[in-house]
């Protein structure tokens, strides 16, 4: 496979909607994902009431990356080869010596499944992205509850707290004005959602004027996806896209054959009998990737069109869109900007019009680390019995280097960069930072760990 990576090669462009072309503002976002959950738990389960206060700081504890093992109420921090590196009961952390105990220096038992990407189990829980993070802080303040008051050992909220996502997220609960998180959204959109970059839009037309397809592909269902495409691209914003597939059900849009996800049209935002084929562009819904990338072949004339898909889900965006289609994968990652980076040598060699966005050190992080959890790259692993510590990879990091092609923090930060911009892609043979851009996070770069593990 060759180095590098441009958008100038690809026929066909694919977006994820929600934390990728539509960005958000996390600490609001996250707070009112929180408040949807716990209300629910509480007004119709009968939780503690406790549960519907927040401390100021508690929101640290959400981190990308983390595992609930559901059974032992325990969250953990994965290391590349699926040791724990760290853990919690509830909300409270672990020791070392706690988790040598309960779990020993070696793989996770669950680890074979999870490093599969199967996040959806009655054992364990993946959490990869915002929309579920929120979910784990309340989930770990359950455990805290229940052993206060039961002093369980083994738990079994998880059936009530799928009920509270279902509740909050189901297809017509915008349309009802169902739940805590919908009707929210709708009323303050401003106070969630953030505009999108005149860089960026401009970037989309650009994509288009050069001949590329454009594609939406989102979970969210229209109704919901065309209020956000509204606030953040304008009211014209099917015109940026030739294809628009929303209530996508990913992953199992990349991995069910077409009998089992068929595509279907809408209908004032109510979907209508199955379609045996996709024969035009348009707006959809549900689907599969088969049937896509046959009209894709169609549309640009090719045998194999080369797709590439922006998403920041792993597991719903990136792993299936490499796995079971072989796309070309960007990964929008914001911990990148939680990270200070400093711009390696080279970098500065390169003339200043092909610079993008973030190069340099002159963006504010909006995005924080979580002191809890620490880097979301790397860690330490303590040494046993004397032996000096050393410095790991985690399982999150591995995955980015595995799955995507490339990784940035936003849209924005390629927004400004020409076509045919040249990516390093991560590969086998490269360093394990070669597909970061602008650079990549200071926790990977050499001496830097001391730093940046404190």
């Known amino acids: 496979m060759q180095q590098h990576f441009s958008l100038a090669d690809c026929d066909v462009v694919g977006f994820d909607l929600d934390h990728t072309l539509c960005r958000y503002h996390l600490p609001q976002s996250a707070r009112l994902i929180y408040d949807s959950f716990a ?30 093992d559901i059974e032992e109420g325990n969250f953990l921090k994965l290391a590349e080869d699926g040791t724990v ?12 010596e706690e988790i040598l105990e309960t779990h020993g220096r070696r793989e996770w038992k669950h680890f074979s499944t999870v490093s ?63 739940g805590t998180y919908f009707p929210e959204v709708k009323n303050h959109p401003d106070k969630y959602l953030q505009k999108c970059p005149e860089s960026v839009k401009k970037w989309l037309k650009q994509l288009k004027n050069s001949g590329k397809i454009l594609l939406l592909i989102t979970s969210s269902h229209s109704d919901y996806c065309r209020l956000l495409c ?127 966005k973030y190069e340099g050190d002159q963006f504010k992080a909006p995005y924080f680390v979580s002191k809890q959890w ?28 595995t799955y995507s092609t490339i990784a940035i923090p936003s849209l924005e930060a390629i927004a400004d960069l020409p076509l045919d911009y040249r990516f390093t892609r991560f590969s086998s043979n490269s360093s394990a930072t070669a597909g970061y851009y602008p650079t990549p996070p200071r926790a990977l770069l050499p001496n830097e760990e001391s730093v940046t593990m404190k």
Request: hydrophobic share 35%; with cysteine.
């Open 85 to 96: 590196l760290r853990a919690s009961h509830g909300t409270k952390s672990m020791t070392f």
């Open 230 to 356: 509204e606030h953040v691209l304008g009211n014209d914003f099917e015109e940026y896209f030739d294809i628009l597939i929303t209530n996508a059900l990913k992953p199992g849009f990349f991995s069910h054959t077409p009998n089992q996800r068929p595509f279907r049209t809408l209908e004032n935002d109510e979907e209508q009998e199955a379609l045996l084929s996709l024969d035009k562009p348009g707006w959809y819904s549900q689907g599969n990737a088969i049937q896509l990338f046959d009209l894709l072949k169609k549309m640009t004339g090719k045998l194999d069109p080369k797709v590439v898909y922006f998403g920041d889900s792993m597991h719903s965006d990136i792993f299936p869109a490499r796995h079971y289609s072989n796309w070309e994968t960007v990964f929008i990652l914001e911990e990148l900007l939680g990270d200070k980076v400093t711009v390696p040598a080279k970098a500065e060699s390169e003339p200043l019009e092909k610079k993008g």
């Open 374 to 401: 620490g880097s979301f790259f790397m860690d330490r692993l303590p040494g046993l019995e004397n032996a000096e510590e050393t410095f790991v990879h985690t399982w999150s990091c591995k995955c980015i280097s």
């Open 39 to 68: 209300q629910y738990l509480v007004t119709e389960k009968g939780y503690d009431e406790d549960l519907l206060t927040l401390a100021p700081d508690s929101l640290d504890f959400c981190c990308k990356g983390l595992v609930l």
């Open 116 to 178: 599969g990407m199967v996040s959806r189990t009655a054992k364990y829980y993946l959490y990869d992205n915002y929309f579920d993070l929120p979910g784990a802080l309340l989930c770990a303040r359950v455990v805290d509850s229940l052993d206060q008051h039961d002093g369980q050992k083994k738990y079994d909220f998880w059936k009530d707290m799928v009920a509270a996502i279902q509740h909050n997220y189901k297809i017509s609960a915008f349309k009802e004005d169902c």
